[in-house]
């Protein structure tokens, strides 16, 4: 299982570290991914990196945002700076783990951009 955690209330122009651990047998995420779900709204993917190191960021975020990833430790991250309001939305991490052929989805985790 994925466990999201790091959201919360920021101001526009703040930053935020979203944190997604693996854990409960999962033994190695090959390619992690952050959605979020905006009221109202269908699920985006946000960024991506895959276990070599390879991203791919929403033309939305690319610039303000940064996946990351601690191989040893089956975490990955998202660095949000410079938040919009319009990066309001529920956050979700994905996983998928090659060895098993397994998604993974963690319970999502939200970040309010508001003054």
């Known amino acids: 299982q994925l466990q999201a955690s790091g959201g919360g209330l920021v101001q526009p122009g703040g930053s935020l570290r979203l944190s997604c651990a693996a854990s409960?047998?999962?033994?190695?995420?090959?390619?992690m991914r952050w959605y979020r779900q905006a009221q109202g709204k269908e699920r985006e993917l946000v960024a991506a990196?895959?276990?070599?190191?390879?991203?791919l960021y929403a033309a939305s975020v690319k610039g303000r945002f940064t996946i990351s990833k601690d191989n040893d430790k089956n975490t990955f991250y998202l660095q949000m700076n410079s938040l919009k309001p319009e990066d309001t939305a529920v956050y979700y991490c994905?996983?998928?783990?090659?060895?098993?052929?397994?998604?993974?989805w963690g319970q999502g985790t939200l970040v309010t951009v508001s003054s």
């Open positions: 994905n996983g998928y783990e090659i060895a098993n052929e397994k998604g993974y």
């Open positions: 990196v895959s276990r070599s190191g390879g991203t």
């Open positions: 409960g047998g999962i033994l190695v995420l090959d390619f």
